[in-house]
């Protein structure tokens, strides 16, 4: 198996529509695009972050061998960190950004879901201080 070592992460969420996802992420979540194109595939980064945001008809939008179809949702997701979540929920909310969650506390932090257009879910958390 070929290694890749630059450090990036790789992340691939199945979108209904490649053009709102990538305007979601450089809008609202500070991502860069980096290749495009749609209606089929698009990649944005975040660091060393590599969102690979698949549509319908990307390859990754096949159905499987059994039928099943892949599609966007579910409860796995990218975890980005925050300075202030009080901040951020404010901005994100006057934008009119849906949350599935409200702000929780924990021993780590707190943390807040949001859904991207197309229902992936995206974690904001701010670590605890100290």
């Known amino acids: 198996m070929t290694s890749h070592t630059d450090g990036t992460v790789h992340v691939r969420y199945l979108v209904d529509d490649v053009q709102a996802a990538v305007d979601f992420y450089t809008t609202h979540l500070g991502f860069s695009a980096n290749t495009a194109f749609p209606p ?73 879901v949001l859904d991207d257009p197309a229902g992936n879910p995206v974690e904001l958390f701010q670590p605890a201080a100290g």
């Not at 179809?69 to 202030?84: A, K, S, Y």
């Not at 404010?90 to 807040?112: H, K």
């Open 40 to 112: 089929a595939f698009a990649d944005v980064r975040r660091g060393n972050l590599r969102l690979l945001l698949s549509g319908p008809a990307s390859s990754a939008g096949r159905p499987m061998p059994d039928g099943r179809t892949p599609h966007p949702g579910g409860w796995n997701r990218i975890h980005l960190l925050v300075d202030d979540i009080a901040a951020e929920v404010a901005r994100l909310r006057a934008a009119g950004v849906e949350f599935r969650s409200d702000v929780v506390s924990g021993p780590g932090g707190r943390q807040i």
